[in-house]
């Protein structure tokens, strides 16, 4: 398994181009079922998860390969029902494969995913859903066994405790675009991953209108086309760079994103004292010298702060003056990296769905070990900060989501290094 070996006290300075969305990719991947043309998502990232969700797709008969940054995907010819468990555990993404294969076979057989390092991760709304378009529905061995002849459209609400559900409403929404008749989705997740994934589908010739306060209309179609696709810049990735960027006290431009995706995330920096500057409309500079505000913050579905930055936030908050309060609304056991971060000589607590972090501390290297992927992330930024040498084990759970991540920070400046188990620890 792959190490990161990061010495920490360098600004990052320069310029990094953020990837394509991971999370708007698995799902635009898996609609490829929907159609016998061919899908053509353009500069799709080179991710772990996306080789895992290929593997799906293989696996259920689709061709899928790559042509020079692109991904080609052809669901013609013999498509299977079936999603073994070797290959959805890997990844939750993958059982929304569920909703397509439905739609398209009228039968699916997807491996339950179970639980997750983050916490309790049910399935049951995604569920309720194809229920709710008329599918039967049991779990079967391991398995959520779906038989839908014919779906048919149905109004529904998609609530849990934790409010939308953005994988759950791309299930939903991909098996209602071939159901009989209309389907009105309330409550429907608005992250900005889904309403890619609407434009994509709509290209493929789904009639699916999306109205702002979290309805979806979807009208059913006998048949999808295939498309060309692009997929939105990764908001969280450009989150961790700006993170990075302002915990070193850096200065960085990054370029390929889409502000607009951000409000919360650039309004929750500039609260803790981090400038964030635009250039144009597609860029933006981000500075921050001296010491940083502390800061309450609450994980919310879009437009609200993303869970998938709430990690990384508390990194740079280990540093700020004072006391931060961050409530995780999302996933309330999504706190793996308060013990590493510990481990640094960060002073923070968890207590119930709620971290306190008391600021500011010397961070100081240590080995740690990633637990999931954006704790993974947020110990590497931390150890871009702390004096000395950061060992960072585990990092396949980076190559999940991040592209070339240390290719990138070693352009900003930073000594990161990739080490794989065969060599020592080189010295960077
Ligand atoms: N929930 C239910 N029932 C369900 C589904 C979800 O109660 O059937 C709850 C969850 O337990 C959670 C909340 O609803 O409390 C929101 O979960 P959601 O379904 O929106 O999460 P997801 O769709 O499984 C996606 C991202 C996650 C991201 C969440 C929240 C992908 C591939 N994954 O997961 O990304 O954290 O939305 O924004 O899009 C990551 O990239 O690191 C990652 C974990």
Redo the contacts with the bound molecule.
């Keep these: 398994m792959d190490r990161f070996v990061i010495k920490g006290g360098v600004p990052l300075k320069g310029t990094v181009a953020i990837s394509r969305a ?2 708007a990719a ?2 635009i991947m898996a609609a490829a079922l929907l159609t016998d043309g061919q899908v053509v998502i353009k500069d799709c990232p080179r991710l772990v ?1 996306v080789k895992a969700m290929t593997a799906i797709l293989r696996v259920l008969g689709a061709q899928v390969k790559r042509r020079g940054d692109d991904l080609v995907i052809r669901a013609s010819g013999r498509i299977r029902h079936k999603a073994p468990y070797d290959l959805v555990r890997k ?3 993958s ?2 494969v569920l909703g397509p294969l439905s739609a398209r076979l009228g039968h699916a057989e997807v491996s339950h995913p179970g639980g997750c390092v ?11 859903g194809l229920e709710a378009l008329g599918a039967r529905v049991r779990t079967v061995g391991g398995y959520v066994v779906a038989e839908a002849t014919p779906l048919v459209g149905a109004t529904l609400y998609l609530g ?11 299930n939903v929404m991909m098996a209602a675009t071939l159901a009989h008749g209309r389907t009105v989705i309330e409550n429907a ?1 608005c ?1 900005p ?1 889904v309403l890619n994934l609407i434009d994509c589908l709509n290209r493929m010739g789904a009639r699916i209108r999306f109205s702002g306060n979290k309805r979806l209309e979807i009208r059913g179609v006998q048949r999808l086309r295939g498309v060309t696709t692009r997929l939105i810049p990764d908001r ?1 990735e450009a989150g961790t760079f700006m993170i990075a960027a302002a915990a070193t006290r850096g200065d960085v431009t990054l370029k390929d994103i889409c502000l607009d995706h951000m409000h919360a995330v650039v309004d929750k920096l500039r609260d803790v004292g981090v400038v964030v500057t635009p250039v144009g409309k597609r860029a933006c500079r981000v500075t921050a010298s001296g010491s940083f505000r502390p800061a309450d913050v609450s994980t919310l ?2 437009p609200g702060f ?3 930055l709430q990690a990384q936030l508390m990194a740079l908050l280990t540093v700020a003056d004072g006391v931060s309060v961050i409530t995780e609304k ?3 056991d999504r706190f793996m990296h308060v013990g590493e971060l510990a481990r640094l000589g960060a002073r923070l607590r968890k207590e119930g769905p709620h971290a306190i972090i008391t600021g500011p501390a010397k961070l100081s290297g240590a080995p740690v070990m990633a637990s ?3 704790a993974s992330a947020a110990l590497v930024i931390a150890g871009l900060m702390a004096d000395k040498e950061t060992t960072v084990n585990r990092i396949y759970h980076l190559d ?2 991040y592209e070339r991540m240390e290719r990138k920070l070693r352009k900003l400046g930073a000594r990161i290094r990739r080490v794989s188990d065969s060599e020592p620890i080189p010295q960077v």
């Design positions: 991971k999370n698995l799902p998860d990844m939750r993404a059982f929304c983050i916490g309790d991760r049910p399935v049951d709304l995604h569920i309720k849990g405790p934790s409010g939308s559900t953005v994988l759950g409403t791309a997740a992250e991953e969280i579905p879009y993303p869970t998938d999302i996933y309330p999931d992927l954006r999940r989501g």
